[in-house]
Nanobody, 124 residues
Framework: QVQLVESGGGLVQAGGSLRLSCAAS????????MGWFRQAPGKEREFVAA????????SYADSVKDRFTISRDNAKNTVYLQMNSLKPEDTAVYYC?????????????????WGQGTQVTVSS
């Protein structure tokens, strides 16, 4: 079992920045590929960013490319999502997820464990 706890969400004005963190416990994080997803009200959960076990490979949704950066610190069992130039359409609950079996977790079906989510609200 892996327990994931996200933090760092909040309310920010358009153009601002936030950094989300996802701390894992229960298992060594380096065994898992990690990803961030988000879900806005009335919409399906969507992929945001992913990172491989070593951190050597990353992947981003087109909507966040060049604005968001995913990183991980396996020594701290933590993955991060740096979000810059935030837009109102980035407003959602953000979830981190881990996968045992894939190089990068880019769809919800690939995830084996989920965090509880953290709210990000971007005002215009």
């Amino acid at each position: 079992q892996v327990q994931l706890v996200e933090s760092g969400g909040g309310l920010v004005q358009a153009g601002g920045s936030l950094r989300l963190s996802c701390a894992a416990s229960g298992r060594t994080l380096s065994r898992y590929s990690m990803g961030w997803f988000r879900q806005a009200p009335g919409k399906e959960r969507e992929f945001v960013a992913a990172i491989s076990r070593s951190g050597g490979r990353t992947s981003y949704a087109d909507s966040v490319k060049d604005r968001f950066t995913i990183s991980r610190d396996n020594a701290k069992n933590t993955v991060y999502l740096q979000m810059n130039s935030l837009k109102p359409e980035d407003t959602a609950v953000y979830y981190c997820a881990v996968s045992v079996g894939v190089l990068t977790v880019t769809t919800p079906r690939q995830a084996d464990y989920w965090g509880q989510g953290t709210q990000v609200t971007v005002s215009s």
